[in-house]
């Protein structure tokens, strides 16, 4: 049975960090594509940093210089670094791994960590 397992997520004060952990048992993490969402409340999911397969990185506007994704094969985890965090940070965290293959596109999801950015 395939699972993602993120964990790291809380109560942090403005200009903070935490780092989330995409921990993956049940498939070979090493040959997906990882990616980092959020979800805050009454908004659109949204794709906060993206690591391919060979190690190369993607980040939306708001996080770039702040966040940074990275993955330890060895241990079939993804981490999402994130600094000086802002309040509009605040959501919840999903880390989803994808991958195509003949018949389409195979992709798994986490349950999602909350992080919350307050004073």
């Known amino acids: 049975q395939v699972q993602l397992v993120e964990s790291g997520g809380g109560l942090v004060q403005p200009e903070g960090s935490l780092r989330l952990s995409c921990a993956a048992s049940?498939?070979?993490?090493?040959?997906?594509?990882v990616g980092w969402y959020r979800q805050a409340p009454g908004k659109q999911r949204e794709l906060v940093a993206t690591?391919?397969?060979?190690?190369?990185?993607n980040y939306v506007d708001s996080v770039k210089g702040r966040f940074t994704i990275s993955r330890d094969n060895a241990k079939n985890t993804v981490y999402l670094q994130m600094n000086s965090l802002k309040p509009e940070d605040t959501a919840v965290y999903s880390c989803?791994?994808?991958?195509?293959?003949?018949?389409?596109?195979?992709?798994?999801w986490g349950q999602g960590t909350q992080v919350t950015v307050s004073s």
């Open positions: 989803n791994a994808k991958r195509v293959v003949t018949s389409g596109l195979v992709d798994y």
């Open positions: 049940g498939i070979i993490f090493v040959i997906y594509d």
């Open positions: 690591i391919t397969t060979s190690g190369r990185t």
